[in-house]
């Protein structure tokens, strides 16, 4: 573990957040001297997650992100440890299915909204309430490319998405001016969670990008970061697109 910075009174709930993106965002907000809390299914992974980013400025609740009853906790004993919430990262998701969506199973779209996006909402909810409707604060929802194109074969994570893009809309008006709200749209990142995307095939994955390279967690940790900083203080409802500037191929050949 590196040896962290002077803490800066400040505090996130990132959820998803034992690996990947939202490990990423962890680091990019405990680098600048934040405390957090980070969500994940896996208790041991999620253990394992706070022991390397540093016990001291980190606690971990392990549960379903949909689960009404896991998101009440998580908001609790955040209170209870660090006295505050001022940042909200939702970063959980699941894409649990491959194919054309003409033949998906509702059943599947109803998981994957559950978990992409009634349960962003649910923690909007409960963190405004606990902390930032009196106090401020701002929320960044992590969304996908696949929520503002087409996305053939993922396209019920697509529709999930968009969504969570319009869900972010409506947040920052309704808890305006006290608490910003804005989504962040990655493409590809090398991640457990996308591995099917490039694993085996990543130069191959990677040469459409005008950037010619796949994104990593940090890359999002550092949107992630601007976006809850005093450098954004007047943004809101906006999706910025971190993408290796593979949306500029769009409508080409």
């Known amino acids: 573990m590196t040896e962290l910075p002077e803490l800066s009174g400040k505090v996130a709930v990132i959820t998803g957040a034992s690996r990947g993106i939202g490990y990423g965002v962890a680091e990019a907000l405990?680098?600048?001297?934040?405390?957090?809390?980070?969500?994940?299914?896996?208790?041991?992974?999620?253990?394992?997650?706070?022991?390397?980013?540093?016990a001291d400025r980190v606690i971990g609740v392990a549960g379903k992100a949909h689960d009404?009853?896991?998101?009440?906790?998580?908001?609790?004993?955040?209170?209870?440890?660090?006295?505050?919430?001022?940042?909200?990262?939702?970063?959980?998701?699941?894409?649990?299915?491959?194919?054309?969506i003409a033949d998906l199973d509702l059943n599947v779209a109803r998981k994957v909204f559950e978990t992409n996006v009634i349960s962003a909402l649910g923690f909007a909810q409960k963190t405004w309430h606990a902390w930032q409707k009196d106090n401020g604060g701002a929320i960044v929802n992590i969304a996908s490319l696949?929520?503002?194109?087409?996305?053939?074969?993922?396209?019920?994570?697509?529709?999930?998405?968009?969504?969570?893009?319009?869900?972010?809309?409506?947040?920052?008006?309704?808890?305006?001016?006290?608490v910003r709200v804005n989504s962040i749209a990655p493409a590809v990142v090398k991640t457990k969670?996308?591995?099917?995307?490039?694993?085996?095939?990543?130069?191959?994955?990677?040469?459409?990008?005008?950037?010619?390279?796949?994104?990593?967690?940090?890359?999002i940790g550092g949107a992630a970061a601007f976006l809850t900083s005093d450098q954004s203080d007047w943004i809101t409802g906006q999706t910025l697109v971190v993408d290796g500037g593979i949306f500029l191929n769009a409508g080409v050949g």
């Not at 405990?30 to 980013?53: P, S």
């Not at 009440?72 to 505050?84: L, N, P």
């Not at 929520?147 to 305006?176: C, D, R, W």
């Not at 990543?202 to 994104?215: F, H, K, M, T, V």
């Open 30 to 54: 405990l680098a600048r001297g934040d405390r957090v809390c980070i969500t994940g299914r896996n208790e041991d992974a999620l253990k394992e997650a706070v022991e390397t980013l540093g």
């Open 68 to 100: 009404e009853a896991h998101q009440a906790v998580v908001v609790e004993r955040t209170m209870e440890a660090f006295g505050r919430i001022d940042f909200l990262v939702n970063n959980a998701g699941t894409n649990p299915v491959f194919g054309p």
């Open 193 to 219: 969670f996308a591995a099917a995307l490039y694993e085996g095939r990543e130069a191959e994955a990677a040469a459409s990008y005008p950037l010619a390279r796949l994104g990593v967690p940090s890359d």
């Open 146 to 178: 696949a929520g503002v194109s087409a996305s053939p074969f993922i396209g019920a994570y697509g529709v999930s998405k968009a969504a969570m893009i319009n869900l972010t809309l409506q947040l920052a008006h309704e808890f305006a001016p006290g």
